[in-house]
């Protein structure tokens, strides 16, 4: 797979992941025009393998991927003249939006067809875990992380006491998201909310609901509703929060009276912090686990799809069936067993709940692995990089 493609395909695969910080979209650092460097993620062991593969159940065939055809807008004036806007406008006046204000706002949106193209391009093919990796486990990407770990030592620091989220999980998201928010998105995201939502019917009701998001996120912030700015699919700043995962997530943690997860980079790591906690972070607990097989196994058995990530067989039931986890895990925790494929070799893991939570960022198996993979290569990175008497003083 050649450059060029291999990006198209990381922003095509993760196009309708819902329920999380960037649930419409991949990270904004998948798009870079980069060179992809050499692999350099020596701690990603290969678990132990399994003593018998498999049972393979005939795969059926996979139609190609057809691009989807693009709706002309049905009127030729602005969003105000739409026939959901009577509907929407309202709605958001039951809230104490005057409709003048409203009719300003849907005036002033402006309909964007590159939105509209990138959004509707097709997944060529699913990525593998040696494929994906590649994007993201770079030494530049590894690099950036530890200067911008060196550089917000202080409020890293504090966010992992606060919330019990490793530090290097924070900069891992904030690197995969948006290399360290250097890539954040040009759209206005009014523009992007509205155009997915009035001219793009298979997701109109989710983002015509992150349209309404972002108009109560603009008044309670008392910014201006035309400023901000994101990806295609509205997700805004360091961490890529979508409108209703600004809302509920993102916080004001150097206490200044205002939420900016654009320009103030505390802001930015306590909000990433803070959405792991929500979701369910638990401090100390382990990501993932290498196993061995000591029975055969099942495809089905392996996460498949997005319901695939939901734990929901504990430790206890994955070693009657034969599944051996190489770490000492409790055996009423709850885990996933995944199969990466590495080039023509495959790797076998137990997600286990800390894993889970990072999906709830992404729905992905690749993508949490990824944050996890970056996150460990960084902090070795890091430990390297900084003075033993700093980093022991940063752990108090």
């Not at 770990?149 to 924070?170: F, K």
């Not at 890539?183 to 309404?212: C, H, N, W």
């Not at 770490?327 to 893991?349: F, H, N, S, V």
Request: net charge neutral.
């Amino acid at each position: 797979m050649n450059q060029s493609l291999l990006f198209t395909v990381i922003v095509s695969v993760s196009l309708f992941l819902n329920g999380c910080a960037t649930s419409t979209e991949p990270s904004a650092a998948a798009t870079e025009k980069e060179s992809v460097k050499k692999d350099v993620d020596s701690s990603a062991v290969k678990p132990s393998q399994p003593v018998s593969k498999p049972t393979v159940k005939q795969a059926k065939p996979v139609k190609p991927a057809v691009e989807e055809t693009l709706v002309e807008p049905p009127l030729t004036g602005s969003y105000v003249d739409y026939p959901q806007a009577k509907e929407f406008i309202a709605e958001m006046s039951a809230e104490g939006f005057s409709e003048a204000y409203l009719k300003e706002v849907l005036g002033e949106a402006k309909r964007q067809q590159s939105i509209l193209k990138a959004i509707s391009r097709p997944a060529e093919k699913s990525l593998t875990w040696g494929e994906y990796r590649k994007i993201f486990i770079q030494d530049k990407r590894i690099k950036q992380g530890v200067q911008f770990w060196q550089e917000n030592q202080e409020a890293l620091t504090r966010a992992e006491q606060t919330y019990g989220v490793p530090a290097e999980v924070i900069v891992s998201i904030i690197g995969v998201e948006t290399r360290y928010g250097r890539i954040m998105g040009s759209y206005r995201v009014l523009d992007a909310v509205a155009t997915l939502g009035f001219d793009y019917p298979r997701r109109s009701e989710f983002f015509l609901g992150q349209l309404k998001e972002y108009l109560r996120l603009v008044k309670e912030e008392g910014t201006d509703i035309t400023a901000h700015k994101g990806s295609y699919a509205g997700a805004m700043g360091f961490g890529q929060f979508i409108p209703s995962s600004y809302r509920s997530f993102a916080v004001d943690f150097d206490n200044d009276g205002k939420r900016d997860i654009w320009n103030n980079k505390t802001d930015a790591i306590g909000s990433v912090a803070n959405y792991f906690a929500k979701h369910g972070w638990a401090a100390g607990e382990p990501v993932i686990s290498g196993v061995s097989f000591n029975k055969p196994t099942d495809e089905s058995w392996f996460s498949q799809g997005r319901a695939g990530l939901i734990p929901e067989l504990t430790i206890a039931d994955w070693q009657q069936r034969g599944v051996e986890p190489e770490l000492t895990l409790p055996p009423e925790g709850k885990a996933i067993l995944m199969r990466l494929e590495m080039g023509e070799d495959e790797q076998y893991w137990l997600g286990l709940h800390n894993f889970y939570v990072i999906t709830r960022y992404n729905h992905s198996k690749l993508y949490a692995m990824a944050v996890y993979r970056l996150s460990e290569q960084v902090k070795m990175a890091y430990e390297k990089a900084t003075p033993v008497e700093s980093t022991v003083k940063n752990k108090k």
